[in-house]
């Protein structure tokens, strides 16, 4: 008999460990949590000393501590400095008609001015939006106050010629009359193909005897057959004689 007995406790403690376990498992899945048993209320676990265990988490609430602490010094300093910057500034107005120089956020080097000027406000669409023109080239920009400043005209060394024009050389230098009589008359080449207008000149130059219009290669040619007949000429002068 006390063998049955003794059988039958041991298979109930297997079953109750069994079935505990499940119910723990269950526990946790529903609530996402260790649960508080009733032999943690009476033995009441003693409590964690700092360094003692889990000191990835303890190291964790370090580091957000003194993240908070940094980041409320930085601001109260920020706000001192901005105290001492402001106490002698004045607020500026803008005015439409005013000349304000242009913050350039286009540097292409370190020495290149930070403020572009020739700029003079056209308009106000908002308290402080603006609407800018350079004078130099018409072009029209939105900007903020922030990135204006008032500017003085007497400091501003305006350029003769922006547009230069790209290195050429002529041939030959155009007079100023004929620029100017070709913008007020009207000549017949204008219609004229350019094929016929190569020969109609080449043709005109064969037959003319002004040496003006001819060019120097072929006046040189020229003068060289010249100088040849005539040398000819002269021996066969000199083997008749």
């Known amino acids: 008999m006390p063998c049955v007995i003794s059988d039958y406790i041991e298979e109930l403690f297997f079953i109750m460990c ?43 609430e370090n580091q957000y501590r003194s993240f908070f602490q940094v980041h409320k010094y930085m601001k109260k300093a920020k706000q001192r400095q901005a105290k001492y910057a402001n106490k002698n500034t004045k ?13 350039n956020f286009l540097r ?6 930070r403020w572009s ?24 920009i939105k900007a903020h106050a922030e990135h204006l400043r008032l500017a003085n005209i007497d400091e501003w060394d305006i350029p003769k010629d922006t547009n230069k024009l790209r290195k050429a050389q002529y041939v030959e230098p155009p007079s100023e009359s004929s620029s100017e009589g070709s913008d007020s008359e009207y000549s017949e080449d204008d219609e004229l193909p350019l094929s016929e207008l190569i020969k109609k000149y080449r043709r005109v130059r064969e037959n003319s005897s002004s040496e003006d ?14 100088n040849d007949s005539a040398n000819d000429a002269s021996s066969n002068d000199m083997v008749v004689a």
């Open 108 to 113: 292409k080097n370190k020495l290149e001015d």
């Open 91 to 103: 607020n500026i107005d803008f005015k439409t008609g005013d000349p304000v120089y242009y913050k």
């Open 213 to 226: 219009d001819i060019p120097l290669m072929e006046m040189a040619q020229r003068i060289r057959v010249e």
């Open 18 to 60: 069994i079935f505990q376990l499940v119910l723990l498992i269950i526990m946790v899945l529903r609530i996402d949590r260790d649960p508080v048993l009733p032999l943690d209320n009476i033995l009441k676990p003693r409590r964690k000393f700092m360094g003692e265990g889990d000191f990835h988490q303890v190291a964790l």
């Open 117 to 140: 000027p020739y700029h003079r406000i056209v308009e106000q669409t908002s308290p402080v939006s603006f609407k800018i023109r350079n004078q130099l080239t018409n072009r029209v």
